[in-house]
T-cell receptor, first 112, second 113 residues
Framework: QKEVEQDPGPLSVPEGAIVSLNCTYS??????FMWYRQYSRKGPELLMY????GNKEDGRFTAQVDKSSKYISLFIRDSQPSDSATYLC????????????FGQGTTLQVKP | DAGITQSPRHKVTETGTPVTLRCHQT?????MYWYRQDPGHGLRLIHY???????DKGEVSDGYSVSRSKTEDFLLTLESATSSQTSVYFC????????????FGSGTRLTVV
């Protein structure tokens, strides 16, 4: 079993839809949780960064962490075609190592 | 990507040959990392560095070595390339990992034939 599981999709939604992306993990010691967005043939770029449990909102994006269930989510409101990309969750044990454990990524397509 | 450059962007090499990939940063960040990305596996850490001449192994380090003789450069060497090392390689930098501030390069697409 992988430490971090993420449904690869692809996920296809109409423009304006609310998108929910999820990851589960097995190591209860993870404390730092990230979401990256990766466009085709580009490097990942950090979208959201959360420490421990709770919610974090940034514009149309909301990240949720439920440590009791070992489950994290990324919600995208009012999705746009420009949101079409691969979304990767990542986790770190201590937050100061940079030794991230990534999910395999979910490919999202937002249709106009 | 601003401040971080990977070279080459694409490379095709033969099995058994040594290959060196370069990551160059202009941000003067202390921390540098090499990841590989493969279908079904996401990104996996190969090696990382906390400073000049301070490096350590990551999750998938077998067959790879690194060097960091200057703050700005982090080199990844495949000692004797194999087909299983065909992948996209990403370098990342950070000034403060605890803040989540990682910046990734655009990647090097390596094919071993």
């Amino acid at each position: 079993q992988k430490e971090v599981e993420q449904d690869p999709g692809p996920l296809s939604v109409p423009e304006g839809a609310i998108v929910s992306l999820n990851c589960t993990y097995s190591n209860s010691a993870f404390q730092y949780f990230m979401w990256y967005r990766q466009y085709s043939r580009k490097g990942p770029e950090l979208l959201m960064y959360t420490y421990s449990s709770g919610n974090k909102e940034d514009g149309r994006f909301t990240a949720q962490v439920d440590k009791s269930s070992k489950y994290i989510s990324l919600f995208i409101r009012d999705s746009q075609p420009s949101d079409s990309a691969t979304y990767l969750c990542a986790m770190d044990l201590s937050g100061n190592t940079g030794k991230l454990i990534f999910g395999q990524g979910t490919t999202l397509q937002v249709k106009p | 990507d601003a401040g971080i450059t990977q070279s080459p962007r694409h490379k095709v090499t033969e099995t058994g040959t040594p290959v060196t990939l370069r990551c160059h940063q202009t941000e003067n960040h202390r921390y540098m990392y090499w990841y590989r990305q493969d279908p079904g596996h996401g990104l996996r850490l190969i090696h990382y560095s906390y400073g000049v001449k301070d490096t350590d192994k990551g999750e998938v380090s077998d067959g790879y070595s690194v060097s960091r003789s200057k703050t700005e450069d982090f080199l990844l060497t495949l000692e004797s390339a194999t087909s299983s090392q065909t992948s996209v390689y990403f370098c990342a930098i950070s000034s403060d990992p605890e803040s989540g501030g990682y910046t990734f390069g655009s990647g090097t697409r390596l094919t071993v034939v």
